[in-house]
């Protein structure tokens, strides 16, 4: 039953503010091949998460269009329009020097700028995303891409000389590996996917784009940038149900990276389904199972802001989320007491209100899933801990704090992926380490406390069960400089602004012996720019 107080958050159409209103988008054209194909076939209807009440008093999801729903002949095509746009490295694409990849980047961010708007507005209808959050995402994005051109300057900077070693005279540069597949995000759908989408294009590859199933709608206003922008077939969308266009790809063993931000099931049948396993590469970030530790003498001021701000950001839908808090048995119950209290003034409402924390959930399937959670943890010992804690109307669901949580419950191995926060005590830190070991996930954990030697302990197992320790911080991306992977179930690769550029491209050598014949020959080809690789260009 729908509770009457979240009810009534839900606006009537009228009630929407007029610069946050949409009307509904109906895309029937997608990228091929530096044009944008018209479609006629079937679509799929976005509903937002956002309800409007109807005349029944009931709450209905609103519309806010449609898209494209291709099939497996469509996604061949637009596969063999990154095949031949690559060219076997032959093509413009991966031919062109650097410095005019990076100005086609630049136009492209410029014509994406333009559009930022309703880029914000779809952020929010469709995922749920609030307003400071969303326009966060598209900001951090477009700095992303820009701290992305000045490092691979940097890198071709560092490339555009000759080394002479043992005799050898030699270059070596970084060279596109191929043909990429694409996959993003529903929670970051801009950011997320742009963060390998862009080093993979400016390191010379093609593109097959796969919208995600929630946030598709979003990418369409940028599609007419990217036609643009880059020469045909660099980059082409993919529409449809990934059950359906993604295997005949991957079976064609054309795909040279697969890159996908998801679950690891999924991962796990897209790399089976490629003939080739040795000449795939694969970029991803997966299933995470964050956990914090709390130890007796944390300072709990700093650990319940931080395990707010970290479990709850965006109702606790991201890979990066504290999706599991461990607390010292002997300071458990003054933690719960501040920590409930905090989560229960979380405001929930329309992504536009303002100062509003929690909105609804894009995913309709979700706050059943999240109910059973509860109810299987309640059934097993657990409680609610947090005023309303559960309650729910539609796709808004309140936050509930969870204790105590153990094994066998679906909350203590499961990723909630969701505003649920399981808490668990503990008497020995031998048995948070542990369940790190034991667990399946191995993306993040943060530490809270102030005995440097308690740290200390910790952090030296912690580094080598995860990739990043955070000390009396939330888990979490950034700085985008640092790397950003996981171990076990969590990631392949490595992503941030330099790894990235690494990750989709591969260094590759000319090299010949130290002769004054060789010389002549090299000077020749450089003084001449009669080569885009052998090259000492200097981008400023």
Not at 21 to 33: A, G, T
Not at 217 to 241: D, I, Q
Not at 477 to 495: C, I, N, W
Not at 519 to 524: G, S
Request: proline share 6%; with cysteine.
């Amino acid at each position: 039953m729908n509770d009457p107080q979240l009810t009534r958050l839900f606006p009537a159409e009228d009630q929407i503010p007029a610069d946050y209103s949409i009307d509904p988008i109906h895309q029937r054209e997608y990228l091929l091949n530096g044009e944008m194909r018209q479609w006629n076939g079937p679509v799929s209807e976005v509903y937002s998460p956002v309800c409007l009440p109807t005349a029944d008093g009931t709450l209905q999801r609103k519309l806010v269009g449609s898209f494209p729903v291709t099939g497996p002949a469509e996604a061949l095509e637009a596969l063999e329009a990154a095949v031949a746009a690559y060219d076997n490295g032959r093509g413009e694409w991966p031919q062109m020097a650097v410095a005019a990849r990076i100005e086609c980047m630049e136009s492209f961010v410029g014509k994406m700028l333009e559009r930022k708007k309703l880029v914000v507005n779809l952020i929010m209808w469709e995922i749920g995303k609030n307003l400071a959050d969303a326009t966060k995402e598209f900001d951090r994005t477009i700095k992303y891409i820009y701290d992305t051109i000045d490092t691979l300057k940097t890198i071709d900077r560092n490339s555009s000389r000759f080394r002479i070693e043992e005799g050898i005279i030699g270059q070596i540069r970084r060279s596109p590996l191929g043909v990429v597949l694409a996959m993003g995000p529903f929670n970051y759908p801009l950011n997320e996917t742009y963060t390998t989408l862009i080093p993979a294009i400016l390191m010379g590859n093609t593109i097959l784009f796969k919208t995600p199933k929630h946030g598709s709608l979003l990418h369409y206003p940028l599609l007419e940038a990217f036609r643009t922008s880059f020469p045909k077939g660099v980059v082409n969308s993919m529409y449809g149900r990934g059950a359906d266009v993604i295997p005949p790809v991957m079976q064609s063993g054309k795909v040279n990276v697969l890159t996908l931000i998801g679950s690891s099931r999924v991962a796990d049948q897209l790399q089976r389904q490629h003939p080739k396993l040795n000449r795939l590469r694969s970029i991803m970030s997966l299933d995470a199972k964050n956990a914090a530790i709390i130890l007796p003498d944390a300072d709990l001021d700093v650990a319940v802001s931080e395990c707010l701000l970290g479990s709850l950001s965006f109702n606790g839908q991201r890979c990066t989320a504290i999706k599991i808090i461990w607390v010292h048995r002997s300071v458990a119950d003054d933690f719960l007491r501040r920590f409930s209290a905090q989560v229960s003034k979380l405001k929930p409402g329309m992504p536009w209100d303002a100062g509003v924390q929690i909105t609804p959930l894009p995913e309709p399937s979700k706050p059943d899933y999240l109910a059973d959670c509860i109810r299987d943890a309640e059934a097993n010992g657990a409680k609610i801990m947090n005023e309303g804690g559960g309650e729910v109307a539609e796709s808004l669901f309140k936050p509930a704090v969870v204790y105590p949580v153990k094994e066998g419950m679906k909350l203590y191995r499961e990723e909630q992926f969701g505003p649920i926060v399981p808490v668990v005590p503990f008497d020995d830190t031998e048995e948070f380490i542990d369940y790190l070991i034991t667990d399946d996930h191995g993306m993040q954990a943060s530490i809270f406390g102030t005995d440097t030697n308690a740290i200390a302990q910790l952090i030296d197992p912690l580094v080598n069960l995860v990739s990043r320790v955070n000390i009396n911080a939330q888990c979490q991306r950034g700085p985008d400089t640092f790397p950003f992977t996981g171990r076990k179930d969590s990631a392949e690769g490595t992503l941030s602004v330099e790894d990235a550029l690494r990750s989709f491209s591969i260094r590759s050598a000319v090299a010949t012996k130290d002769t004054d014949a060789n010389k002549e020959i090299l000077n020749d080809i450089v003084g001449h720019h009669k080569s885009e690789f052998l090259s000492t260009n200097f981008i400023f």
